[in-house]
């Protein structure tokens, strides 16, 4: 079942996406090389709580830290540890908070220091194929609207979609109704309603769109060893269009980069 949230739920929910913004682009300069990923989720955690609001992985569904730290070919729920990052890396830093009752939950993956151009590509790639997603996440469309849009655009530039995780509805629990996939056809699934909110996250392999799991029980892998991005934003669907909640404006902000690929999905342009 969709619930929807009212004009009212949806500010408070652009509040806790806030946090997860804020938190991530203070991690922004923080990523470099050799630091270690358990140090980063402990400057999150902090953050977080100084911001008034409580960690929103530490614990759901016994995760033990406060950001999900997957470098390189590990896809996504890599768990914090002591291996210090190295030049060349990429890391994808996962993370979610709760303020007043609602979850924030977002994701941007970071070159550590330089990166070769293939990696570049591949950063570029998923984070072009969350707006192409985002833009069709509107009145009148379905779910498959999304993930063919975004599924379509990474297999023309010749990459891999991850089929077992997926996007999801947000609100006062991290997983709601509906599971949105980064693939998709056409015109299928459940239909987009007015007071929506979903976490839009492509999940973009450089080879194959197939993946393993560790022993640890959570950190998920790419089958042939090749980098995996992942992007998220959490998007609302307000006067029949979406709406981003949640900004890469902080980190762009803490980096100096300049970029205005959030501009068309905000009603009110928004100043960080
Ligand atoms: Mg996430
Ligand atoms: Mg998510």
Redo the contacts with the bound molecule.
């Keep these: 079942m969709i619930i929807t949230k009212t004009r009212e739920e949806i500010e408070l929910m652009r509040e806790s996406a806030l946090v997860v913004s804020k938190t991530l682009g203070m991690l922004a300069t923080e990523v470099k090389p050799g630091v270690t990923t358990l140090h980063l989720d402990k400057l999150a955690e902090e953050f977080i709580r100084d911001h008034g609001a409580i960690p929103g992985f530490l614990g759901l569904y016994d995760f033990p830290n406060t950001l999900c730290m997957s470098p390189n070919a590990q896809v996504v729920h890599g768990i914090p540890n002591n291996t210090p990052l190295v030049e060349g890396d990429i890391i994808s830093i996962?993370c979610g908070a709760i303020k007043n009752d609602f979850y924030g939950?977002h994701?941007y993956t970071f070159p550590v220091g330089e990166v070769s151009e293939e990696v570049k590509q591949l950063l570029k790639v998923t984070k072009e194929s969350l707006y192409i997603g985002i833009a069709e996440f509107k009145l009148g469309n379905r779910v498959g609207d999304v993930g063919y849009a975004i599924q379509q655009f990474t297999e023309d530039a010749g990459y891999g979609v991850v089929r077992e995780l997926v996007?999801?509805g947000l609100g006062r629990k991290m997983h709601e109704d509906p599971e949105m996939p980064n693939y998709g056809r056409r015109g299928k699934g459940k239909k987009f309603i007015e007071g929506m909110v979903v976490?839009i996250?492509p999940m973009t392999n450089m080879g194959t769109h197939r993946i393993k799991q560790l022993r640890d029980g959570w950190t998920i892998l790419t089958n042939d060893g090749k980098p995996s991005a992942h992007f998220?934003h959490d998007v609302a669907i307000v006067d029949g269009k979406p709406e981003i909640l949640s900004t890469f404006k902080y980190i762009y902000k803490a980096l100096g980069i300049e970029s205005d690929e959030e501009d068309a999905f905000r009603q009110e342009l928004l100043t960080v």
Excluded: R, V
């Design positions: 996962d939950d994701a996007g999801h976490a996250e998220e």
